[in-house]
């Protein structure tokens, strides 16, 4: 018999046993919150991320952040993090939501 899947929202936090530290958070909400612009881990180019999106062909939102964000961190992998990854994916999908 198979196990119950646990649903949870997609994340770059969670390890394979479904742990979260309290130091993510913590970091997490630097990242998103105390820090300037500047000193964040990545920076994002609003205007090329729109056009992105408009040119892009598929039609969910969460798959285009999810791949935006890895794409991202590949290209700069100096500054990757789960934090990082996981701040940069709901700072884009905050802008391109609308939220």
Excluded: V
Aim: net charge negative; aromatic share 16%.
């Amino acid at each position: 018999m198979k196990k119950d899947i646990i649903p949870h929202s997609p994340s770059f936090l969670f390890d394979e046993e479904l742990g979260l530290s309290d130091l993510s958070i913590f970091k997490l909400n630097l990242y998103l919150n105390a820090i300037d612009a500047d000193a964040k881990p990545y920076q994002i180019d609003y205007n090329t991320l729109l056009m992105s999106y408009h040119l892009w062909k598929g039609s969910d939102l969460e798959e285009f952040c999810e791949k935006q964000t890895i794409s991202y961190f590949l290209f700069n992998p100096q500054n990757d993090s789960a934090e990082a990854r996981e701040a940069f994916y709901m700072d884009i999908r905050e802008f391109l939501g609308g939220n």
